[in-house]
């Protein structure tokens, strides 16, 4: 008799907690497949001490392969879900597509950033679910901090300093807890021209910090907060972001580079298109965590609507607390529908209490209904979490350590850039890099097409950090840009792939002018016909006889002068070592590559032959001939995943809810 088969999509708190309590109690009776766009768990609640440099990024992960014996790992991200062939069909990591069968399946994917439709704010905040995120908050912050010691203008240098986090639930609180104290401590050792001090701003529309906790709670973290010098105000929002800014509900325009949304989750968008009744985005499920109508489907954590027996007519609160729970309970009924285990068991839950870690010494919690502050809570709220985490427990401890007694080492790495992590992804556990896999459209984005399309900024020549106009050049390739290395075809769901030849060592580093060339067109997004969040206007390349982007009355492509177009385009001559008896790279019309032999000289050379972009008729660099069509756009470099929906709307009782 064949073992039954158990596919767990996510790897959160409950998908990470449902297949470890599936592997001991079944035993190897059953074939157990995880489906997880990384190979880690992550320890969410700590992640802010990440941003802040208390801890490394390792500490918080958790190896799925090492913790996890007899589960298979698929490496990948959910498309779609055929309920009635019970298959699974999944985008790799590469672009590959797959396929799972399964027996049973519990769907745990997890939750993405909550999206308001407020001008600006898709293109000019970062949220805070992943690690990538962490980490380039942390770069941003330490860039922030060190351009701003550098400057001699004191309203660059009072922009830089300031910090607005949206959202003061458990993250957004300890976002600015632990940011204050991360940017006081850079400031004592380097201390700023001006003698300012980095200023933190925490908004929220709810009317006091931690409105999901008790008053005492919350008071304490308001008072230890506002000690620090946080800017706490209770009531109030963002009307609107910019490059420069943002503009507050109460009508102040508050300048700065820096704006963290932390407003809460939203369960993920995969739910959504299975058609089955759902609540407020997540799907509908008993006590028992079964589907009603499917037997074989399950779902835990942020995706699923838990009824709270303890609290009839409600639903669990989207909490890391509840996800790991929800994880081991819907083990045990899957087990017990498969003949593995014993009896089913309805979910039920009792509260031992909150910890928010501030930063330091200083917590707030309540320990079995028990009101801690100060250093005693800061006991509870890091023995908790260690007591919490399945690994790591003595390098946690250890970095722990290592910060009361040594400074942080405040440096920037520059792993992860802006465009990297935009605020619209339904994959915040996942950087877009150039050249990856495409990732689906995501229909969130609530500010406009192109959102979260510009590349990482800088301030006019004053160095990156800065949230630039459109139009303002950067040296990092925006999404979908010239010099991102790839070119993408994602009919359908995301699939297909092509890529376009790069560009060589000596044409470009990084996008960086050549030394025999000017500098290349500077990034820039979309127009709105062309894309829709980095997709062509139609399947396939344009049509060869389409005007460059942004070329009115069918200009050629960039920089190319009398019609010329861009390179590697089709019209008679090839590009580059392409076969066909033509000449090597940037030689126009038959004359053979510099420093050849033949007769013919080498570029720039006197003789007749004029350098690239130079006046004269000739093309520019790597364009073969006149009258050529210009090239399509680029689509985004990726990866994305599925294609979103329309959000929820906002329930102000829920504001937030799922802030674990």
């Known amino acids: ?74 490496l990948g991200e959910a498309e779609r879900i055929d309920l009635d ?108 021209r001006q003698g300012m001090r980095p200023r933190w701003m925490l908004l929220d529309v709810a009317p006091r910090v931690l409105p999901e906790m008790d008053e005492r709670l919350s008071a304490t973290a308001d008072r230890v907060l506002r000690q620090r010098g946080v800017d706490v105000r209770m009531g109030t929002s963002v009307q609107e972001a910019t490059h420069d800014g943002v503009l507050l509900t109460d009508g102040e325009f508050v300048e700065t580079r820096t704006l963290v949304w932390c407003v809460g989750v939203r369960p993920d968008p995969l739910v959504e298109s299975l058609g089955l009744p759902m609540e407020k985005g997540r799907l509908l499920v008993d006590p028992h965590l079964q589907v009603p109508g499917r037997p074989e489907l399950f779902a835990c954590g942020d995706v699923a609507a838990v009824p709270d027996l303890e609290n009839p007519g409600s639903y669990t609160p989207m909490t890391a607390q509840h996800a790991w729970r929800h994880g081991k309970v819907a083990a045990e009924n899957v087990a017990a529908s498969l003949g593995l285990g014993g009896a089913r068991k309805p979910y039920r839950h009792r509260d031992l209490g909150f910890v928010v870690d501030l930063g330091g010494a200083k917590a707030a919690a309540n320990p079995l209904g028990m009101p801690l502050s100060g250093v005693p809570a800061g006991a509870v709220a890091r023995g908790y979490h260690l007591a919490a985490m399945p690994g790591n427990r003595v390098r946690v401890a250890a970095d722990w350590l290592l910060d009361a007694v040594l400074p942080r080492q405040a440096v920037q790495l520059g792993l992860v850039r802006s465009w990297s992590v935009p605020l619209d992804t339904s994959s915040p556990e996942v950087a877009r890099v150039p050249g990856g896999p495409g990732q689906r459209q995501e229909a969130g984005a609530r500010s406009g097409p192109g959102a979260a399309l510009a590349a ?205």
């Open 1 to 74: 008799m064949s073992r039954p088969r158990i596919l767990v999509v996510g790897a959160g708190f409950a998908g990470y907690r449902t297949a470890r309590t599936l592997s001991r109690i079944t035993r190897g009776r059953a074939h157990i497949t995880l489906l997880n766009p990384t190979d880690y768990f992550l320890y969410l609640p700590l992640l802010p001490q990440v941003a802040a440099g208390v801890l490394e990024p390792r500490r918080v992960t958790v190896s799925l392969s090492d913790t996890l014996p007899d589960v298979r790992l698929v």
């Open 456 to 660: 990482d900024t800088d301030d006019r020549g004053d160095g990156p950090g800065r949230y630039r106009p459109r139009d303002e050049p950067s040296d990092e390739p925006a999404k979908g840009q010239p010099g991102s290395g790839t070119t993408q075809v994602r009919p359908g769901s995301g699939a297909a792939r092509e890529r376009a030849q790069p560009r060589s060592e000596s044409e470009t580093a990084k996008g960086r002018p050549t030394a025999d060339g000017p500098a290349p067109e500077y990034a820039r997004p979309l127009t709105e016909p062309e894309t829709a969040k980095g997709r062509p206007a139609a399947e396939g390349a344009r049509a060869a006889d389409e005007p460059a982007k942004n070329q009115p009355g069918g200009e050629p492509a960039r920089n190319q002068p009398g019609g010329e177009p861009a390179r590697n385009q089709p019209g008679g001559e090839s590009a580059k070592n392409q076969p066909g008896g033509e000449p090597a790279r940037n030689q126009p019309g038959g004359e053979p590559a510099r420093n050849q032999p033949g007769g013919e000289p080498a570029k720039n050379q006197p003789g007749g032959e004029p350098a690239k972009n130079q006046p004269g008729g000739e093309p520019a660099k790597n364009q073969p001939g006149l009258g050529q069509p210009p090239p399509a756009p680029h689509p985004a470099p990726g990866p994305v995943k599925r294609t979103d929906v329309p959000e929820v709307p906002d329930d102000p009782d829920d504001s937030t809810k799922g802030d674990s």
């Open 85 to 192: 062939d019970r298959t699974l069909h999944y985008t790799g990591p590469e672009g590959e597509g797959g396929t799972l069968a399964y027996d049973r399946l519990v769907l745990a994917a997890g939750s993405v950033n909550k999206l308001l439709p407020i001008p600006g704010v898709a293109e000019h905040a970062h949220g805070f679910r992943g690690l990538p995120e962490a980490l380039y908050l942390r770069d941003h912050v330490t860039r922030q901090v060190e351009l701003a010691a550098s400057s001699d203008d004191p309203k660059t240098c009072a922009a830089r300093c300031t910090f607005v986090v949206v959202g003061a639930g458990y993250t957004g609180t300890e976002v600015a807890a632990h940011g204050q104290v991360f940017t006081d401590a850079q400031v004592r050792r380097h201390p700023l």
